[in-house]
């Protein structure tokens, strides 16, 4: 006969809810694929064809792919993830005493301060080594 129109109220709300949990389980699908491949590269314990092979498996066939890989080797993926925020900070850190001129004036003390009572420097060295540490010099340097 003729064209339909569809209006907002053809669409039912539950339809609504549906589209948008189809949706999000989507999205939900291309974060989880994301998350194996980088695993899959970030892993240093897999050789180059072990992830050439995981990375054709995962592509080749995606839902089936995923799904062996993270019931094989789903456990190690927070691990991985773990040692690599802990890698990241401890770098970050580093660069942040580096850049901030290195050992503190309060971790020189208490290092010599440990020296002097283990008897590797004496009380004259100790306080020569406290007076350059305070006045801004490292001791050694």
Do not use: C, N
């Amino acid at each position: 006969m003729g064209t339909r129109l569809y209006l907002a109220y053809d669409y039912p709300v539950l339809g609504a809810f549906f589209t948008m949990l189809w949706f999000a389980l989507w999205i939900l699908w291309f974060f989880l694929l994301f998350r194996v491949v980088f695993d899959i590269f970030r892993d240093d314990g897999l050789g180059g064809w072990a992830k050439a092979g995981w990375l054709a498996f995962v592509v080749v066939l995606p839902y089936l792919g995923v799904l062996v890989y993270l019931i094989a080797r789903g456990a190690g993926m927070g691990r991985r993830e773990a040692e690599q925020a802990q890698r990241r900070k401890r770098e970050f850190d580093a660069y942040v005493r580096e850049t901030a001129g290195g050992h503190s004036s309060t971790g020189e003390l208490a290092r010599l301060s440990e020296m002097r009572r283990q008897g590797t420097i004496s009380e004259e060295e100790f306080a020569r080594a406290k007076e350059l540490v305070l006045s801004g010099h490292r001791p050694g340097s």
